[in-house]
């Protein structure tokens, strides 16, 4: 199949793809009160809830006083903690999100690797990461290590599954028209399951950042070690009854998974601008 005649039917495709969208005129729409009131008078009774409750239990809950004060007091080790926690987010979850894809490409194209592998996943994935956590401190020692396949397992299986929907659901008529210019397998993929596959694979980071999280800190908890990071904080402050500590350390990994979904819907918009909607996550 010719380089030509294939860059011309990508764009044909594209284009039938492709709805028109006009910019509206007027307030953009993240200033329109409706937009943010909302979630700010959420937050606002929440605040006052949680003011209510450390006021009238103390031993329950901090104020939020208390919880500003310890990060301001104590900046370097938050910020010495946040970054072994974000630098176990990044390196285990790129690992699992690229092995996850990569394994769903191959299932894609031979159905007999899906019929093989994919019970071996599934019984991976319905085991517990706390159970495996210890387990994976014994045969690769007291490092990072262990924290790296712990955050990689918890995003690996819903980028399996949904990239493997993105790659299968592929429009036939645009397949049938590859067929009939007699595409190869890499070029029907490179130019028609790719593609068409993005809003799948973004629909499932949305569900694998915020669980790289999650691993991250849950190997903190289990994996014996090295004390650093967000989640080892936790541990600790709590066990000493520190609950500034704590809840300003758990404050501070929500606000890292809330960065990590900011930064893909930001590059989503970026990257899948031609999209007309979000995809349902599956896992």
């Not at 769903?104 to 706390?130: D, G, K, Y």
């Not at 596959?197 to 790289?212: K, N, Q």
Request: aromatic share 10%; net charge positive.
């Amino acid at each position: 199949m010719s380089e030509l005649t294939m860059r011309d039917t990508t764009a044909t495709i594209a284009t039938a793809r492709l709805r028109a969208t006009k910019p509206r005129g007027g307030v953009p729409p993240w200033l329109r009160w409706g937009s943010w009131v909302p979630t700010l008078i959420t937050f606002v009774i929440a605040a006052l809830l949680w003011q209510v409750v450390a006021w009238t239990n103390p031993y329950v809950l901090p104020t939020l006083e208390a919880i500003g004060g310890s990060l301001v007091d104590d900046a370097g080790m938050y910020w010495s903690n946040f970054l072994v926690t974000l630098l176990e987010v990044v390196v285990g979850a790129s690992a699992g999100i690229l092995a996850g894809f990569l394994l769903a490409v191959v299932m894609a194209e031979f159905q007999i690797i899906e019929r093989a592998v994919m019970p071996l996943v599934i019984i991976v994935m319905v085991t517990p990461i706390v159970a495996i956590a210890p387990a994976l401190v014994v045969a690769f020692g007291f490092g990072m290590v262990p924290k790296f396949i712990v955050t990689g397992l918890v995003v690996f299986f819903p980028m399996l599954v949904n990239s493997l929907a993105g790659l299968r659901d592929v429009d036939h008529r645009a397949l049938d028209v590859f067929k009939t210019l007699h595409a190869s397998r890499w070029e029907i993929f490179r130019e028609l399951r790719f593609p068409g596959s993005m809003p799948y694979v973004f629909a499932g980071l949305r569900i694998a950042l915020p669980l790289a999280v999650v691993g991250a800190a849950v190997a903190e908890f289990v994996a014996a070690g090295q004390q650093a990071g967000l989640g080892s904080l936790v541990t600790t402050s709590a066990a000493q009854a520190n609950l500034p500590v704590t809840w300003a350390s758990i404050a501070l990994l929500c606000l890292l998974g809330v960065l990590l979904i900011i930064v893909l819907a930001l590059v989503r918009k970026r990257v899948l601008w031609w999209s007309d909607g979000e995809v349902t996550a599956k896992g």
